[in-house]
């Protein structure tokens, strides 16, 4: 989204962000790597810290990672072969029919899609991908899951906003690409306490709940967590599944809104 429609919740704790945020599996690369026409450019739309752009590296040749927030992209990893810019998912600048493979990692239910996919089949090959994954909630164990569950449902539930209600759904949003399977994949962590609260620092109902009550809500679950954890410095391995959408552009109408499949 473009000038005064941008709606920007990560610039505050863009650092915090690039810190605390989980990393894809190299195995998630390598297959869209499989996957596109070519391994020439890729597009990492919605890039915030970066860590999608740079795992794509590995695979492509060249890719340009966007991000609406000046601050994330100021914040990103840095990578000789990734080219950030700050631009919307809808305006992206980019040339048309540049970009093999478009990905667009926990930020899809931030765009306005119908004009997002008017411009991902303009700047696609013929037979480019978009690949758009989502995550939710995580998982360590049953007690810790039960304490991370009521902070998401009840403490900040609400103070998320709609757009990122959309995750809990993601395999309902408009998809007018020819979707095809793909295989399941999941990020892993090995945290402890402290990067599990830093973690819960940087959602976005987080921080809108201190800027509407001036006070931190991991207060009110901090005891119990760390009571569930154990030892504040003792590591536990954090997954969470990923919903991965893939579609192959439809040629059939010469760039543009691809057909739905």
């Not at 998401?152 to 709609?162: A, K, S």
């Not at 819960?200 to 509407?212: C, D, E, M, N, V």
């Amino acid at each position: 989204m473009t000038g005064a429609t941008f709606k920007d919740h990560f610039s505050k704790q863009a650092a915090d962000y690039a810190t605390f945020r989980p990393r894809y599996p190299q195995e998630l690369f390598d297959y869209l790597g499989s996957i596109a026409p070519s391994r020439d450019l890729a597009w990492d739309c919605g890039t915030g810290n970066g860590q999608a752009a740079v795992g794509l590296a590995s695979v492509f040749n060249g890719v340009i990672a966007t991000d609406a927030s000046e601050r994330q992209i100021a914040n990103a990893q840095p990578h000789e072969t990734v080219n950030y810019r700050v631009a919307s998912a809808e305006n992206s600048g980019i040339g048309s029919e540049k970009i093999d493979l478009i990905m667009v990692a926990q930020a899809l239910h931030w765009f306005d899609l119908e004009r997002f996919y008017q411009e991902a089949g303009r700047v696609l090959k013929p037979d480019g991908v978009l690949a758009a994954s989502a995550y939710n909630l995580l998982h360590v164990d049953e007690a810790i899951d039960a304490i991370v569950n009521r902070y998401y449902h009840e403490v900040v539930g609400p103070f998320w906003l709609p757009e990122r209600r959309l995750v809990e759904r993601f395999g309902d949003l408009p998809f007018p690409f020819r979707e095809i399977d793909s295989p399941k994949f999941e990020m892993a962590a090995d945290w402890n306490l402290n990067h599990l609260l830093g973690y819960l620092g940087t959602w976005s109902s987080t921080q809108r709940f201190i800027a509407a009550k001036g006070r931190d809500p991991l207060k009110q679950i901090r005891i119990n967590l760390g009571a569930a954890w154990g030892a504040a410095n003792q590591r536990r391995c954090v997954v969470w599944p990923l919903a991965l959408r893939v579609g192959v552009k439809n040629t059939s109408r010469g760039g543009g809104l691809p057909a739905a499949g």
